[in-house]
Protein backbone atom coordinates (compact mmCIF):
# COMPACT_ATOMS: atom_id res chain seq x y z
CA UNK A 1 0.00 0.00 0.00
CA UNK A 2 2.90 2.41 0.69
CA UNK A 3 4.49 1.34 -2.21
CA UNK A 4 0.72 1.93 -4.18
CA UNK A 5 0.64 5.36 -2.36
CA UNK A 6 4.27 6.61 -3.67
CA UNK A 7 3.41 5.84 -6.70
CA UNK A 8 0.13 7.31 -7.10
CA UNK A 9 1.67 10.76 -5.70
CA UNK A 10 4.29 10.48 -7.66
CA UNK A 11 2.45 10.58 -11.11
CA UNK A 12 1.09 14.05 -10.66
CA UNK A 13 1.68 16.57 -12.46
CA UNK A 14 3.41 18.23 -9.58
CA UNK A 15 5.54 15.63 -9.20
CA UNK A 16 6.51 13.44 -12.02
CA UNK A 17 3.56 14.13 -14.60
CA UNK A 18 2.61 10.85 -15.89
CA UNK A 19 0.05 9.58 -18.05
CA UNK A 20 1.35 5.64 -17.98
CA UNK A 21 1.83 3.29 -15.04
CA UNK A 22 1.98 -0.60 -15.77
CA UNK A 23 0.22 -0.15 -18.93
CA UNK A 24 -2.68 1.79 -17.72
CA UNK A 25 -3.89 5.34 -16.92
CA UNK A 26 -2.46 6.56 -13.85
CA UNK A 27 -4.53 7.30 -11.21
CA UNK A 28 -4.73 11.34 -12.32
CA UNK A 29 -5.29 10.42 -15.65
CA UNK A 30 -8.11 7.88 -15.24
CA UNK A 31 -10.11 10.14 -12.42
CA UNK A 32 -8.55 13.66 -11.57
CA UNK A 33 -5.69 15.06 -9.57
CA UNK A 34 -8.00 15.73 -6.28
CA UNK A 35 -8.74 11.86 -6.60
CA UNK A 36 -5.19 11.34 -6.94
CA UNK A 37 -4.36 12.94 -3.55
CA UNK A 38 -6.61 11.30 -1.83
CA UNK A 39 -6.30 7.96 -3.06
CA UNK A 40 -2.86 8.18 -2.00
CA UNK A 41 -3.09 9.71 1.26
CA UNK A 42 -6.07 7.01 2.02
CA UNK A 43 -3.34 4.19 1.14
CA UNK A 44 -0.62 5.30 3.18
CA UNK A 45 -3.12 5.49 5.94
CA UNK A 46 -4.65 2.42 5.40
CA UNK A 47 -1.20 0.72 5.87
CA UNK A 48 -0.69 1.77 9.05
CA UNK A 49 -4.44 1.05 10.06
CA UNK A 50 -3.66 -2.39 8.41
CA UNK A 51 -0.99 -3.21 10.79
CA UNK A 52 -2.30 -1.95 14.19
CA UNK A 53 -5.51 -3.66 14.17
CA UNK A 54 -4.74 -7.01 12.01
CA UNK A 55 -1.54 -8.28 14.25
CA UNK A 56 -2.35 -9.80 17.30
CA UNK A 57 0.80 -8.78 19.32
CA UNK A 58 0.42 -5.00 19.73
CA UNK A 59 4.79 -5.16 20.67
CA UNK A 60 5.38 -6.54 16.97
CA UNK A 61 2.80 -3.96 15.62
CA UNK A 62 4.60 -1.39 16.98
CA UNK A 63 7.84 -1.89 15.34
CA UNK A 64 6.67 -3.25 12.06
CA UNK A 65 4.94 0.48 12.03
CA UNK A 66 8.04 2.06 13.70
CA UNK A 67 10.06 0.96 10.61
CA UNK A 68 7.35 1.46 8.17
CA UNK A 69 7.16 5.16 9.15
CA UNK A 70 10.85 5.70 9.34
CA UNK A 71 11.76 4.79 6.02
CA UNK A 72 8.32 5.85 4.13
CA UNK A 73 8.93 9.46 6.31
CA UNK A 74 10.60 12.61 6.38
CA UNK A 75 13.43 10.50 7.80
CA UNK A 76 13.20 8.39 4.34
CA UNK A 77 10.85 7.81 1.02
CA UNK A 78 10.26 12.29 1.72
CA UNK A 79 13.69 13.09 2.13
CA UNK A 80 14.84 11.43 -1.11
CA UNK A 81 11.89 12.71 -2.94
CA UNK A 82 12.45 15.66 -2.15
CA UNK A 83 16.06 15.46 -3.04
CA UNK A 84 15.08 14.29 -6.41
CA UNK A 85 13.34 16.61 -7.65
CA UNK A 86 15.33 19.31 -6.01
CA UNK A 87 17.97 17.50 -7.90
CA UNK A 88 16.32 17.38 -11.50
CA UNK A 89 16.88 21.30 -10.99
CA UNK A 90 20.32 21.69 -11.12
CA UNK A 91 22.53 19.93 -8.55
CA UNK A 92 23.94 16.23 -9.11
CA UNK A 93 26.95 14.40 -8.51
CA UNK A 94 27.36 11.05 -7.32
CA UNK A 95 27.33 11.79 -3.62
CA UNK A 96 23.83 13.20 -4.71
CA UNK A 97 22.75 10.58 -6.11
CA UNK A 98 23.59 7.62 -3.73
CA UNK A 99 21.59 10.03 -1.32
CA UNK A 100 18.64 9.94 -3.55
CA UNK A 101 18.52 6.67 -4.37
CA UNK A 102 19.48 5.56 -0.62
CA UNK A 103 16.17 7.39 0.50
CA UNK A 104 13.74 7.24 -2.43
CA UNK A 105 14.29 3.54 -2.88
CA UNK A 106 16.55 1.64 -0.91
CA UNK A 107 15.07 2.70 2.74
CA UNK A 108 11.98 1.41 1.90
CA UNK A 109 13.13 -2.21 0.24
CA UNK A 110 15.27 -2.19 3.38
CA UNK A 111 12.12 -1.79 5.79
CA UNK A 112 9.85 -4.73 3.39
CA UNK A 113 13.21 -6.91 4.63
CA UNK A 114 13.16 -5.53 8.25
CA UNK A 115 9.07 -6.85 8.66
CA UNK A 116 9.62 -9.50 7.10
CA UNK A 117 12.58 -10.11 9.86
CA UNK A 118 10.33 -8.87 12.51
CA UNK A 119 7.74 -11.06 11.49
CA UNK A 120 9.65 -14.16 11.32
CA UNK A 121 11.38 -13.71 14.84
CA UNK A 122 15.27 -13.19 13.52
CA UNK A 123 17.69 -12.45 15.88
CA UNK A 124 19.84 -9.36 15.96
CA UNK A 125 22.13 -10.95 13.56
CA UNK A 126 19.50 -12.03 10.96
CA UNK A 127 17.90 -8.62 11.05
CA UNK A 128 20.81 -6.77 10.09
CA UNK A 129 21.75 -9.00 7.50
CA UNK A 130 18.58 -9.14 6.03
CA UNK A 131 18.04 -5.16 6.29
CA UNK A 132 21.57 -4.87 4.63
CA UNK A 133 20.38 -7.16 1.47
CA UNK A 134 16.52 -5.11 1.39
CA UNK A 135 19.20 -2.23 1.38
CA UNK A 136 21.20 -3.29 -1.49
CA UNK A 137 18.11 -4.99 -3.50
CA UNK A 138 16.74 -1.17 -3.19
CA UNK A 139 19.68 0.41 -4.69
CA UNK A 140 20.12 -1.93 -7.23
CA UNK A 141 16.24 -1.85 -8.40
CA UNK A 142 16.81 1.74 -8.75
CA UNK A 143 19.97 1.43 -10.65
CA UNK A 144 18.03 -0.97 -13.32
CA UNK A 145 15.13 1.31 -13.07
CA UNK A 146 17.46 4.03 -14.39
CA UNK A 147 18.42 2.05 -16.99
CA UNK A 148 15.54 0.35 -18.15
CA UNK A 149 14.65 4.11 -18.72
CA UNK A 150 16.93 4.65 -20.82
CA UNK A 151 17.08 1.59 -22.68
CA UNK A 152 13.64 0.36 -23.02
CA UNK A 153 10.75 1.24 -24.89
CA UNK A 154 7.58 2.71 -22.88
CA UNK A 155 5.42 -0.27 -24.44
CA UNK A 156 8.11 -2.51 -22.70
CA UNK A 157 7.95 -0.79 -19.43
CA UNK A 158 4.04 -0.14 -18.79
CA UNK A 159 5.32 3.83 -18.38
CA UNK A 160 6.40 6.74 -20.53
CA UNK A 161 10.46 6.01 -21.45
CA UNK A 162 13.36 8.35 -21.64
CA UNK A 163 11.14 10.49 -19.20
CA UNK A 164 14.75 10.94 -16.79
CA UNK A 165 16.68 12.45 -19.35
CA UNK A 166 13.92 14.56 -20.61
CA UNK A 167 14.11 15.76 -16.85
CA UNK A 168 17.30 16.07 -16.71
CA UNK A 169 17.43 13.70 -13.83
CA UNK A 170 19.86 12.78 -11.66
CA UNK A 171 20.47 8.68 -12.37
CA UNK A 172 22.86 6.51 -12.70
CA UNK A 173 23.00 6.41 -16.82
CA UNK A 174 23.39 10.21 -16.35
CA UNK A 175 26.41 10.68 -13.66
CA UNK A 176 28.47 7.27 -14.42
CA UNK A 177 27.29 6.14 -17.97
CA UNK A 178 24.98 2.84 -19.27
CA UNK A 179 27.90 -0.08 -18.74
CA UNK A 180 29.08 1.03 -15.59
CA UNK A 181 25.36 1.43 -13.89
CA UNK A 182 25.09 -2.19 -15.62
CA UNK A 183 28.12 -3.18 -13.50
CA UNK A 184 27.11 -1.66 -10.15
CA UNK A 185 23.97 -3.23 -10.70
CA UNK A 186 24.98 -6.69 -11.14
CA UNK A 187 27.78 -5.93 -7.74
CA UNK A 188 24.68 -5.08 -5.76
CA UNK A 189 22.71 -7.99 -6.98
CA UNK A 190 25.63 -10.14 -5.61
CA UNK A 191 26.40 -8.69 -2.48
CA UNK A 192 22.84 -9.28 -1.80
CA UNK A 193 23.24 -12.69 -2.65
CA UNK A 194 26.24 -12.99 -0.70
CA UNK A 195 24.87 -11.30 2.15
CA UNK A 196 22.32 -14.17 2.18
CA UNK A 197 24.94 -16.98 2.70
CA UNK A 198 24.36 -17.92 6.32
CA UNK A 199 20.68 -18.75 5.93
CA UNK A 200 21.42 -21.18 3.78
CA UNK A 201 18.55 -22.85 1.48
CA UNK A 202 15.91 -21.29 3.09
CA UNK A 203 16.74 -17.95 1.46
CA UNK A 204 16.45 -19.55 -2.22
CA UNK A 205 13.44 -16.99 -2.83
CA UNK A 206 15.11 -13.99 -1.49
CA UNK A 207 18.46 -15.31 -3.94
CA UNK A 208 16.32 -15.57 -7.03
CA UNK A 209 14.67 -11.73 -6.54
CA UNK A 210 17.96 -10.44 -6.14
CA UNK A 211 18.97 -12.08 -9.42
CA UNK A 212 15.50 -11.39 -11.19
CA UNK A 213 16.20 -7.91 -10.32
CA UNK A 214 19.14 -8.10 -12.38
CA UNK A 215 17.00 -9.45 -15.82
CA UNK A 216 14.08 -7.48 -15.67
CA UNK A 217 13.10 -5.92 -18.58
CA UNK A 218 10.26 -3.70 -17.54
CA UNK B 1 0.35 16.59 12.52
CA UNK B 2 -2.62 14.75 10.77
CA UNK B 3 -4.73 17.86 11.37
CA UNK B 4 -1.69 20.37 9.23
CA UNK B 5 -1.68 17.55 7.02
CA UNK B 6 -4.62 17.41 5.70
CA UNK B 7 -4.69 21.61 5.65
CA UNK B 8 -1.32 21.17 3.34
CA UNK B 9 -3.11 18.59 1.17
CA UNK B 10 -6.70 20.53 1.29
CA UNK B 11 -5.29 23.79 0.18
CA UNK B 12 -4.10 22.37 -3.31
CA UNK B 13 -4.85 23.97 -6.42
CA UNK B 14 -6.50 20.43 -7.21
CA UNK B 15 -8.34 20.52 -3.89
CA UNK B 16 -9.82 23.81 -2.86
CA UNK B 17 -7.19 25.82 -4.17
CA UNK B 18 -6.70 28.55 -1.21
CA UNK B 19 -3.61 31.14 -1.33
CA UNK B 20 -4.39 32.35 2.68
CA UNK B 21 -3.71 29.86 5.43
CA UNK B 22 -3.93 31.42 8.97
CA UNK B 23 -3.16 35.00 7.62
CA UNK B 24 0.12 33.32 5.54
CA UNK B 25 0.81 31.84 2.14
CA UNK B 26 -0.49 28.43 2.15
CA UNK B 27 2.43 25.50 1.74
CA UNK B 28 2.24 25.60 -2.15
CA UNK B 29 1.93 29.04 -2.42
CA UNK B 30 5.47 29.85 0.09
CA UNK B 31 7.14 26.85 -1.93
CA UNK B 32 5.57 24.93 -4.77
CA UNK B 33 3.13 21.87 -5.11
CA UNK B 34 5.60 19.33 -4.97
CA UNK B 35 6.82 20.71 -1.68
CA UNK B 36 2.78 20.88 -0.18
CA UNK B 37 2.42 17.05 -1.36
CA UNK B 38 5.64 15.57 0.03
CA UNK B 39 4.94 18.20 3.21
CA UNK B 40 1.86 16.57 3.72
CA UNK B 41 2.65 12.59 2.67
CA UNK B 42 5.66 13.59 5.77
CA UNK B 43 3.22 14.63 8.19
CA UNK B 44 0.88 11.80 7.92
CA UNK B 45 3.76 9.60 8.25
CA UNK B 46 5.30 11.24 11.12
CA UNK B 47 2.46 10.95 13.17
CA UNK B 48 2.78 7.35 12.96
CA UNK B 49 6.45 7.39 14.00
CA UNK B 50 6.07 9.03 16.63
CA UNK B 51 2.81 7.36 17.82
CA UNK B 52 4.79 3.99 17.50
CA UNK B 53 8.23 5.25 18.69
CA UNK B 54 7.57 7.35 21.54
CA UNK B 55 5.08 5.52 23.80
CA UNK B 56 6.47 2.98 26.37
CA UNK B 57 3.45 0.79 26.27
CA UNK B 58 3.52 -1.29 22.91
CA UNK B 59 -0.90 -2.10 23.46
CA UNK B 60 -1.55 1.69 24.06
CA UNK B 61 1.04 2.83 20.96
CA UNK B 62 -1.32 0.08 19.03
CA UNK B 63 -4.82 1.29 19.97
CA UNK B 64 -3.32 5.24 19.51
CA UNK B 65 -2.33 4.67 15.92
CA UNK B 66 -5.87 2.30 15.38
CA UNK B 67 -8.14 5.28 16.36
CA UNK B 68 -5.75 7.74 14.12
CA UNK B 69 -5.44 5.51 11.15
CA UNK B 70 -9.28 4.59 11.23
CA UNK B 71 -9.85 8.26 11.52
CA UNK B 72 -7.91 9.55 9.52
CA UNK B 73 -8.41 6.92 6.81
CA UNK B 74 -10.51 5.53 4.11
CA UNK B 75 -13.17 5.06 6.24
CA UNK B 76 -12.76 8.35 8.35
CA UNK B 77 -11.46 11.53 6.98
CA UNK B 78 -10.69 10.45 3.36
CA UNK B 79 -14.03 9.42 3.10
CA UNK B 80 -15.87 12.54 4.07
CA UNK B 81 -13.06 14.94 2.24
CA UNK B 82 -14.17 12.82 -1.46
CA UNK B 83 -17.92 13.23 -0.74
CA UNK B 84 -16.88 17.00 -0.36
CA UNK B 85 -15.39 17.19 -3.31
CA UNK B 86 -18.03 15.60 -5.15
CA UNK B 87 -20.93 17.72 -3.62
CA UNK B 88 -19.57 20.79 -4.60
CA UNK B 89 -20.28 18.88 -8.11
CA UNK B 90 -24.11 18.76 -7.99
CA UNK B 91 -25.05 16.67 -5.15
CA UNK B 92 -26.12 17.60 -1.94
CA UNK B 93 -28.70 17.39 1.03
CA UNK B 94 -29.07 17.29 4.78
CA UNK B 95 -28.44 13.69 4.31
CA UNK B 96 -25.02 14.21 2.01
CA UNK B 97 -24.08 17.38 4.54
CA UNK B 98 -23.87 14.94 7.86
CA UNK B 99 -22.06 12.10 5.99
CA UNK B 100 -19.73 14.97 4.93
CA UNK B 101 -18.90 17.02 8.41
CA UNK B 102 -19.49 13.90 9.98
CA UNK B 103 -16.45 12.13 8.26
CA UNK B 104 -14.41 15.02 7.45
CA UNK B 105 -14.21 16.79 10.42
CA UNK B 106 -16.48 15.23 13.59
CA UNK B 107 -14.26 11.50 13.17
CA UNK B 108 -10.79 13.64 13.76
CA UNK B 109 -12.48 14.98 16.70
CA UNK B 110 -13.39 12.15 17.73
CA UNK B 111 -10.34 10.46 17.64
CA UNK B 112 -8.46 13.25 19.64
CA UNK B 113 -10.89 13.05 22.48
CA UNK B 114 -10.49 9.26 22.04
CA UNK B 115 -7.37 9.32 22.23
CA UNK B 116 -7.04 11.37 25.13
CA UNK B 117 -9.48 9.03 26.78
CA UNK B 118 -6.88 5.82 26.13
CA UNK B 119 -4.05 7.68 27.67
CA UNK B 120 -5.73 8.75 30.42
CA UNK B 121 -6.75 4.88 31.03
CA UNK B 122 -10.54 5.64 30.79
CA UNK B 123 -12.81 2.85 31.23
CA UNK B 124 -15.29 1.64 28.89
CA UNK B 125 -18.51 4.49 29.71
CA UNK B 126 -15.92 7.20 29.75
CA UNK B 127 -14.15 6.37 26.56
CA UNK B 128 -17.64 5.95 24.93
CA UNK B 129 -19.04 9.61 26.50
CA UNK B 130 -15.80 11.18 25.47
CA UNK B 131 -15.96 9.69 21.70
CA UNK B 132 -19.33 11.30 21.91
CA UNK B 133 -18.06 14.54 23.24
CA UNK B 134 -15.69 14.96 20.44
CA UNK B 135 -18.03 13.79 17.60
CA UNK B 136 -20.08 16.51 18.82
CA UNK B 137 -17.39 19.08 19.11
CA UNK B 138 -16.26 18.23 15.62
CA UNK B 139 -19.80 18.70 13.83
CA UNK B 140 -20.09 21.75 15.96
CA UNK B 141 -16.63 23.15 14.91
CA UNK B 142 -17.42 22.54 11.35
CA UNK B 143 -20.69 24.26 11.07
CA UNK B 144 -19.31 27.24 13.46
CA UNK B 145 -16.57 27.27 10.45
CA UNK B 146 -19.16 26.80 7.64
CA UNK B 147 -20.94 30.01 9.02
CA UNK B 148 -17.74 32.18 9.65
CA UNK B 149 -16.61 31.54 5.72
CA UNK B 150 -19.93 33.22 4.75
CA UNK B 151 -20.13 35.84 8.01
CA UNK B 152 -16.84 36.85 8.41
CA UNK B 153 -13.58 38.73 6.53
CA UNK B 154 -10.68 36.91 4.96
CA UNK B 155 -8.83 39.30 7.08
CA UNK B 156 -10.76 37.83 10.40
CA UNK B 157 -10.27 34.19 9.08
CA UNK B 158 -6.50 34.31 8.12
CA UNK B 159 -8.25 32.75 4.93
CA UNK B 160 -10.39 33.69 1.69
CA UNK B 161 -13.61 33.72 3.04
CA UNK B 162 -16.81 33.27 0.94
CA UNK B 163 -15.41 30.70 -1.00
CA UNK B 164 -17.91 27.81 -0.10
CA UNK B 165 -20.11 29.57 -1.95
CA UNK B 166 -17.99 30.76 -5.36
CA UNK B 167 -17.40 27.03 -4.86
CA UNK B 168 -20.91 26.01 -4.55
CA UNK B 169 -20.10 23.67 -1.41
CA UNK B 170 -22.70 21.68 0.24
CA UNK B 171 -22.75 23.73 3.78
CA UNK B 172 -24.99 23.76 6.68
CA UNK B 173 -25.61 27.72 5.57
CA UNK B 174 -26.46 27.13 1.97
CA UNK B 175 -28.92 24.08 3.00
CA UNK B 176 -30.95 25.10 6.08
CA UNK B 177 -29.82 28.11 6.39
CA UNK B 178 -27.66 30.27 8.75
CA UNK B 179 -30.33 30.53 11.43
CA UNK B 180 -30.95 27.52 11.93
CA UNK B 181 -26.79 26.73 11.19
CA UNK B 182 -26.50 28.70 14.20
CA UNK B 183 -28.98 26.87 16.99
CA UNK B 184 -27.49 23.66 15.85
CA UNK B 185 -24.24 24.77 16.31
CA UNK B 186 -25.09 25.99 19.91
CA UNK B 187 -27.20 22.46 20.21
CA UNK B 188 -24.21 20.61 19.44
CA UNK B 189 -21.91 22.33 22.34
CA UNK B 190 -24.78 22.38 25.02
CA UNK B 191 -24.97 18.85 23.98
CA UNK B 192 -21.06 17.92 24.60
CA UNK B 193 -21.20 19.54 27.85
CA UNK B 194 -23.91 17.63 28.83
CA UNK B 195 -22.21 14.64 28.12
CA UNK B 196 -19.16 15.60 30.27
CA UNK B 197 -21.47 15.91 33.54
CA UNK B 198 -20.38 12.92 35.23
CA UNK B 199 -16.66 13.75 34.74
CA UNK B 200 -17.15 16.56 37.49
CA UNK B 201 -14.86 19.74 37.60
CA UNK B 202 -12.11 17.74 36.06
CA UNK B 203 -13.67 17.90 32.79
CA UNK B 204 -13.86 21.79 33.20
CA UNK B 205 -11.13 22.50 30.18
CA UNK B 206 -12.89 20.30 27.87
CA UNK B 207 -16.44 22.36 28.44
CA UNK B 208 -14.71 25.71 27.67
CA UNK B 209 -13.55 23.93 24.69
CA UNK B 210 -17.05 23.67 23.42
CA UNK B 211 -17.99 27.14 24.27
CA UNK B 212 -15.48 28.67 22.69
CA UNK B 213 -16.17 26.92 19.69
CA UNK B 214 -19.41 28.93 19.37
CA UNK B 215 -17.77 32.14 20.19
CA UNK B 216 -14.87 31.90 18.00
CA UNK B 217 -14.65 34.36 14.99
CA UNK B 218 -11.72 33.27 13.01
Known amino acids: MVHTYSLVHDDLPAMDNDDL ?8 KAFDEATAILAGDALLTLAFEVLAKEIDEPAIAV ?22 LK ?57 ADDILDVSAS ?20 SVVGLEKSRQLAKKLADEAVMILEPFGPKADTLRKLAIALLERTR
Open 87 to 143: AEKGQGGEEMLEYIHANKTARIFRCAAAMGAICGDANENEYKSLCEYGFKLGLGFQI
Open 154 to 173: SEQLGKTAGKDAKAAKCTYP
Open 21 to 28: RRGRPTCH
Open 63 to 84: KLIGELAGAAGPGGMIAGQFAD
